[in-house]
């Protein structure tokens, strides 16, 4: 992939997202869409994803996220953040 293409975002969620397999979701979701990154639960009982592909990749992989069963997305906070050129999967983080 062309590395001036690469972006890296910040996603916060919150809603249901919590025990609803919602890092199993992202993490199938990354995956399928070729990007890497992170994904973890939040002691407010939001989610952190930073998630690193192309705009279309980010947006392909947010919208089998929100369209998962048991999955209620409320609100979604964005941050564009710094590329980390070393990072090469996605991971669920505990």
Do not use: H
Not at 22 to 48: H, I, K, L, M, P
Not at 58 to 83: C, F, H, N
Request: glycine content about 8%.
């Amino acid at each position: 992939m062309n590395d001036s293409r690469l972006v890296r975002k910040r996603v916060s969620f919150y809603g249901r997202v919590q025990g609803v397999g919602f890092r199993y979701t992202a993490s199938y979701a990354a995956r399928d869409c070729g990007v890497s990154g992170w994904v973890r639960n939040e002691y407010d009982g939001s989610v952190t994803m930073e998630v690193q592909g192309t705009e279309e990749q980010i947006d392909r992989v947010l919208s089998q996220i929100d369209s998962a069963r048991y999955i209620r997305i409320d609100r979604i906070e964005t941050k564009r953040i710094e590329v980390d050129p070393r990072e090469k999967s996605f991971k669920v983080r505990y």
